[in-house]
């Protein structure tokens, strides 16, 4: 813990950029993140790729290139939800609830044509409700 701790500290201080894609990536499924989650439209192409590389450099993701996407080891995903959860609670509650809609933006319409790309953001969504209905049960409401 002390060793990801340092991690983080550096990336947050080097490239906030690839904090935020971690912090976004510990909150979904951690296996097959695909590409198009992480809100590249918010970044210039470089300032991207020098995340998602940083994030690859310290072995806190690794990208599926059979598939453009990235899987995040479990303990490093556990790590950074106790983080942000001890640390900035208040914060992601109200960041978690908001990745739904972004999330749900994602998905095309339920036609079989489809099919594969609501396979590949349904594990996902699925872990976001999940995180939201354990965090705050006032959002079954």
Partial sequence: MSTWLISLEYI???NPAAADFLFLMSFVDRQGIPTSLLPAEDYNPVD???AIGILEAFSLIQSMHEKPSYDIHRL???ATRTWIRSLEAEKWKS???QSLRPLSSRFLDA???????CAA???????????NLTVDQSLIK
């Fill in 76 to 78: 490093v995903q556990l």
């Fill in 95 to 97: 960041k978690a609830s």
């Fill in 111 to 117: 036609t079989y044509k489809n099919r594969s790309i």
């Fill in 12 to 14: 947050k201080k080097q």
């Fill in 121 to 131: 953001y349904l594990p996902h969504a699925d872990t976001v409700l999940n995180y």
């Fill in 48 to 50: 991207y790729i020098d």
